[in-house]
């Protein structure tokens, strides 16, 4: 299996630009998650899907973030408009929540910077 | 609310030295205890993981973790550190939620030095 893919893996974009982030889970896990990494805050959980039904978006930051999981093999993360302290690594993660073992896998992460 | 809390924001030991990377956590009902480990540049990689069973586990490229109950500990451990070792590792534990949802530590940056 090649892993969760995230797609761009770099992304430079300018304030005010609408920006989109794309993640493949392993095939067959149920439950997909996004993760925003910055040395000030840490690893922060964004918003979790089980069998594509968004679960929990209280880690949203605000209305800017959007996120979107169509089918089983694909969630795009969404920020419009882009601002300069969104520049983070972003994470996607995926799961089978079923096997009760819980453990995610993540992808390479996608480095958002917004100038 | 299950949280985990990880004491030491880094960690340095020699190489061939033993290491141990400490995590505590609170919860409600049976843990589910998880590590991984980040390397510059990289996604989190799973090590290892506690369920049931025997108190120590063993995970990947030599890492092993003891389950403390009474402690409500799982520290990682192991035995001879290697300069490859050095990298971020954080502790989770399973959301009370039971939706696959982790609750992860702030991480511990392990330095080895030659």
């Known amino acids: 299996d090649a892993g969760v893919i995230q797609s761009p893996r770099h992304e430079v974009t300018e304030m005010g630009q609408e920006v989109t982030l794309r993640c493949k889970p392993i095939?067959?896990?149920?439950?997909l998650f996004w993760y925003r990494q910055t040395m000030m805050r840490g690893l922060e959980l964004l918003i979790y899907f089980n069998n594509n039904v968004p679960i929990d978006d209280s880690g949203m930051p605000e209305d800017r973030f959007s996120a979107k999981m169509p089918n089983a093999s694909f969630s795009t993360l969404k920020i419009q408009p882009s601002e300069p302290r969104d520049s983070a690594v972003y994470f996607c993660?995926?799961?089978?929540?079923?096997?009760?073992?819980?453990?995610?896998?993540f992808g390479p992460g996608t480095r958002l910077t917004v100038t | 609310a299950q949280s985990v809390a990880q004491p030491e924001d880094q960690v340095n030991v020699a190489e061939g030295n033993p290491l141990t990377v400490k995590c505590t956590y609170s919860?409600?009902?049976?843990?589910?205890l998880f590590w991984y480990v980040q390397y510059p540049n990289r996604g989190l990689q799973f090590l290892l993981k506690y369920i049931t069973g025997d108190n120590l586990v063993k995970g990947s490229y030599g890492f092993e973790a003891e389950f403390n109950k009474s402690q409500t500990s799982f520290h990682l451990k192991k035995p001879s550190a290697l300069v490859s070792d050095s990298a971020l590792y954080f502790c989770?534990?399973?959301?009370?939620?039971?939706?696959?949802?982790?609750?992860f530590g702030q991480g511990t940056t392990l330095q080895v030095k030659p």
């Open positions: 989770a534990v399973r959301d009370a939620s039971n939706t696959g949802k982790l609750i």
């Open positions: 919860v409600s009902g049976n843990p589910y």
């Open positions: 993660a995926s799961s089978f929540q079923l096997a009760a073992t819980y453990e995610q896998y």
């Open positions: 095939s067959g896990h149920n439950s």
